[in-house]
């Protein structure tokens, strides 16, 4: 059900990528499952990125996010 939001929402998305914590486990066996290739990012990482930001919004730290994976630096868990 999750993969299939995912594919009417955002019908050309590639990954879906999600920080560390409860549903983790959840959210990335669902997703795989689904054939949705799913990218666990820890959450201190982001954190520490995003509040560099000097323009800090909840579309800015989704954008952030759905681009983390293009950077060479990601420490990906899953």
């Known amino acids: 059900m999750l993969a299939a ?3 009417k929402q955002a ?10 914590g409860p549903l983790l486990v959840w959210f990335y066996h669902t997703l795989s499952a689904e054939g949705l290739p799913a990218i666990c990012i820890d959450a201190r ?19 952030g996010l759905a681009n983390w994976p293009r950077s060479a630096s990601t420490a990906r868990f899953a």
């Open 5 to 7: 939001v995912i594919r």
């Open 11 to 20: 019908p050309d998305a590639e990954r879906a990528v999600f920080e560390t």
């Open 45 to 63: 990482h982001a954190k520490a990125a995003f509040d560099m930001a000097t323009n800090k919004t909840d579309a800015n730290d989704a954008d």
